[in-house]
């Protein structure tokens, strides 16, 4: 799976928030299977967003620094 640039977010949620509104125009025209395959791609935008977002949290976090209290390291 190809890495999505962070600062592609915005974009990444407009691009979900067309899915869903082609989604609706399928199933009103009753295009069963242009509706299935918009729904996978949204499924996989929604999943890409939320890789993102772990992403973004794991990298403001502060990391933890441990010591050993081993008389080596002393």
Known sequence: MLRVDPQQCRRLEEIIRRLGDRID?????GS????????????????????????????????????RRDPLYA
């Open 25 to 29: 125009e399928a199933g009103v025209s």
């Open 32 to 67: 069963l299977g242009e509706e299935q395959g918009l729904q996978i791609s949204l499924e996989a935008a929604r999943s890409k967003l939320a890789s993102l977002d772990r992403l973004s949290r794991t990298r403001n976090r502060t990391p933890v620094t441990r010591y």
